[in-house]
Every structure is written in C-alpha cells, then in structure tokens.
C-alpha cells in the first residue's frame, strides 16, 4: 500500500470511529465511499466483544404465557435453530405455543425439533424461518475456572437484554441432572434460562439455567442419582450453573454452524 493511500486509511478509521460514535454505521461507510477507500482497505470491524455477540445471537423464547430466552446457533436456508432449556419450553407444550423474538424486535411462530439425544438433559432445540439474515454463534467447548464471563438473556421484569459480567467459579467434576457443570459468580434473573454465557472472545461457552439460591426443588443432584450433601449444596447454592456447550457438541453436532 502507498504511503499517500496509508495516510488515507489511517484517517479514515479515525473517522469511521469518530462517525460511528456520532452518527451510526451506515454514515461510517459512507466515509469510505467519499475518500475512495474500498471496505478491503480497512480493518474489519470487530464483532468479537461478548456484548455485540450477545446481542446479535441472544433470542427471547415466548413459551405459553411465559418467556425466557435462547440462542442461534444455525441456519438452513430461512430455517433458523435456537437452542434454549427443556424447562422454558414446558408453559407451551400442551398447545405448542411457541414463538422467538429475534434482535431486530421481529416475533415468529416456532416449532420444537425433537431429539432423542436431549433425554436427561436441560436443553430444547426450536426452530423458526424468516428471510431476514441473523447472526449465528461461534461455539466454543474451551472453559477454564476462573475465566472471566458474560451471561445474556431476557429477565422477566423487562423487555431489554441483561447482560451481566463475572467468573468461573468452578467446574464440577461431574455433572447434575439436566447436564449443569458451569458454577459462576453471575446472578442470572429469571427469564435469562437458556441464554448465552460468553467467553472474552465473544464465542458461546455455556447456556444459563439454574440461578443462585433456588428457593424450590434441589437442582443439585448428580446424573448418577446421587445427591449433593448439606455442605456441598451449601456451597453450590451461591453460585448459578450453567450447562457447557462442550456438551451440545457432542449431542448435537448436526445442528451447529459455527465451532471453535
């Protein structure tokens, strides 16, 4: 590249910045076209932040007259497949009342996709068309204590994503019931079950489901049967749980797009 066509990229991207701040995305490229620069001259845009992925890939899943939320995970032509928990389905079962509410505010009927490999596990495949083009998610089964951590979703008091920072606190050597093994320091609300848990990168590492201090039922019993005892649900109590997406990997292979 020239020094002259140099000069011209690095003001541009200055005011790329600048307009993007002031005016939006749309008035940004125009920039571009007015310097003569083509988008091929410039460095890509980053859409790797947890808070830009969370918000292009995060659904709310309308289940009855309840809601919680979801994630794109792939497409097929104008088939879209969001996966969410088996327990935010269950309002809607007895009609197969579902409907997916996607980024752009658009609300479409949805179907569950039945798949035996699910039994015993928390989650819950739908699936939606639209000719609109959405974001799917980049999955990662990479998780490390520790690691600091976006949860999004839909919380019940309002319409708006949530989107919450915080950490691993553990990963459980084996999973309880519905596949949970994620422990994180995030407070997930209610409505936020089946949402993204993202990693600094922007890619899924984890689907929300169990908040801190259930106040019925014991989630925290093993896929063995066992139970947790007082200390040890004590201890896992404080934390939310999340089911890894390691997990969906392996169940669902068919129906990712996008793999780390």
């Known amino acids: 590249m020239s020094l002259k066509k140099s000069r ?3 003001l541009a991207s200055v005011s790329l910045l600048i307009c993007f701040l002031n005016t939006g995305l749309s008035s940004s490229y125009s920039v571009l076209r007015n310097l003569g620069i083509s988008a091929n001259d410039t460095v890509k845009i980053d859409r790797s932040h947890p808070e830009r992925s969370a918000n292009s ?8 007259l309840t809601s919680g939320s979801g ?12 996966i969410t928990n088996d327990h935010v389905l ?3 079962r007895e009609k197969g009342n579902y409907s997916i509410k996607t980024p752009d505010n658009q609300i479409y009927p949805a179907r569950i996709i039945t798949i035996n490999s699910l039994k015993g596990y928390d989650l819950g495949l739908l699936e939606f068309d639209s000719p609109q083009i959405y974001e799917t998610a980049i999955i990662s089964g990479e998780i490390q204590p520790s690691e600091i951590v976006w949860a999004a979703g839909f919380p019940s008091e309002t319409a708006e994503l949530f989107i919450s920072e915080g950490e691993i606190q553990t990963i459980a050597p ?8 994620i422990g994180l320091t995030i407070s997930i609300k209610k409505g936020m079950s089946g949402g993204p848990l993202l990693n600094d990168r922007g890619e899924v590492i984890g689907i929300n489901g169990i908040h801190k201090y259930p106040l019925w039922g014991n989630p925290y019993i093993f896929q063995d049967g066992t139970r947790a005892n007082m200390e040890e649900k004590s201890q896992m109590s404080q934390l939310s749980w999340a089911i890894p997406m390691d997990t969906l990997l392996k169940l669902l292979p068919q129906y990712i797009s996008h793999s780390r």
């Not at 994630?71 to 969001?82: D, Q």
């Not at 084996?174 to 093994?181: I, L, M, T, V």
């Open 57 to 64: 890939i995060t659904v709310k899943v309308i289940s009855g």
């Open 8 to 10: 011209l990229v690095i």
């Open 71 to 82: 994630i794109i995970i792939s497409h097929e032509g104008t088939k879209y497949r969001v």
């Open 174 to 181: 084996r999973s309880f019931a519905g596949g949970y093994q």
């Open 90 to 92: 269950i309002f809607g």
